[in-house]
T-cell receptor, first 116, second 113 residues
Framework: GAVVSQHPSWVICKSGTSVKIECRSLDFQATTMFWYRQFPKQSLMLMATSNEGSKATYEQGVEKDKFLINHASLTLSTLTVTSAHPEDSSFYIC????????????FGEGSWLTVV | GENVEQHPSTLSVQEGDSAVIKCTYSDSASNYFPWYKQELGKGPQLIIDIRSNVGEKKDQRIAVTLNKTAKHFSLHITETQPEDSAVYFCAAIVDQAGTALIFGKGTTLSVSS
């Protein structure tokens, strides 16, 4: 199947700093990418929808100034957690939609963020 | 918006038995129903999907059935193996570009040998 690469797979940062997570579609162009957050033993919660070349659409309750999303190319979207706090610690997962394959959505391997 | 309910939340079976996970959805416009398997600490992996123009789809030991009238769909795993142990998520979506998946709460499947 299609490959979506996410980096880093895990990161530890200090409170107050920012951290960037990258999501790349390796073998298809992804006009649309999605960012999810997942807490232990819970389902995936959609944070935002990212369209190449335009501003991301955030879900209700997600702070757009805290979770900065950039989708500057058809193969790369980034999520930057700004001024991170311990409550931002979570598993962040991106997904990319392959419009050339029936709009099938593929997920990255996820990024574990721990804020200390 | 779409709401997806998934049952059961946990399922334990013996190796070789079958496992069935059921989901219901609320939006009658939804026409694409994928199933994802998530292993601990990893991202979800698409295992099978079905579109509303068919009622059943099978891929080796995995099958999905869809009842559009009742707005429910099910995942069937036959001859379960320990490596099938994972969390399974169903999702429903109106199949169009730019629309995000709405997931059920997940089912933790444990297959004991």
């Amino acid at each position: 199947g299609a490959v979506v690469s996410q980096h880093p797979s895990w990161v530890i940062c200090k409170s107050g700093t920012s951290v960037k997570i990258e999501c790349r579609s390796l073998d298809f162009q992804a006009t649309t990418m999605f960012w999810y957050r997942q807490f232990p033993k819970q389902s995936l919660m959609l944070m935002a929808t990212s369209n190449e070349g335009s501003k991301a659409t955030y879900e209700q309750g997600v702070e757009k100034d805290k979770f900065l999303i950039n989708h500057a190319s058809l193969t790369l979207s980034t999520l930057t957690v700004t001024s991170a706090h311990p409550e931002d610690s979570s598993f962040y997962i991106c997904s990319a939609q392959n419009r050339g394959s029936g709009n099938t959505i593929y997920f990255g391997e996820g990024s574990w963020l721990t804020v200390v | 918006g779409e709401n997806v309910e998934q049952h059961p939340s946990t399922l334990s079976v013996q190796e070789g038995d079958s496992a069935v996970i059921k989901c219901t959805y609320s939006d009658s416009a939804s026409n694409y129903f994928p199933w994802y398997k998530q292993e601990l600490g990893k991202g979800p992996q698409l295992i099978i999907d079905i579109r509303s123009n068919v009622g059943e789809k099978k891929d080796q030991r995995i099958a999905v059935t869809l009842n559009k009238t009742a707005k429910h769909f099910s995942l069937h795993i036959t001859e379960t193996q320990p490596e099938d142990s994972a969390v399974y998520f169903c999702a429903a979506i109106v199949d169009q570009a730019g629309t995000a998946l709405i997931f059920g709460k997940g089912t933790t499947l444990s297959v004991s040998s």
